[in-house]
């Protein structure tokens, strides 16, 4: 077996985006809590009763909506866009259903460079 560096390997990071607008709107509940430093995402299920526990779910990272767009990129893609520009192949591809957030972690929000 040999061994890989931890650059080496795939990460899984998510980033939770805030509420929208439309959601706050119409009175949603948050239904999924952050852990940053455990690296944990749990959900909740609105629609049951509240004695049922979150569903849990490690990552290699984890981060909140309060999160900043240079914070994340600072750990985790300058070390991947570092190596691509040494001449290493890397990808960042970002996965969810329509809606989750995947635009708003690759773009953060316009007008606002921080978020």
């Known amino acids: 077996m040999s ?3 931890s650059s080496e390997t795939v990460r899984v990071v998510v980033r939770c ?3 929208n607008e439309k959601e706050v709107a119409a009175g949603f509940a948050r239904v999924v809590n952050v852990d940053v430093k455990l690296g944990q995402i749990s959900v909740k299920n609105p629609k049951v009763a509240s004695a049922e526990l979150p569903k849990s779910f490690t990552f ?3 981060y909140d909506s309060n999160s900043k767009q240079l914070e994340l ?3 985790t893609f300058r070390p991947l866009v570092d190596s691509v520009l040494q001449g290493f192949n890397g990808t960042i591809f970002a996965y969810g259903q ?3 957030g995947k635009t708003y972690t690759m773009e953060g929000v316009r007008n606002d460079p921080d978020r």
Request: aromatic share 6%.
């Open 3 to 5: 061994k890989v560096k």
């Open 98 to 100: 329509t809606g989750t």
């Open 73 to 75: 990129y600072d750990e």
């Open 17 to 19: 985006r805030p509420m």
């Open 60 to 62: 290699d990272a984890v």
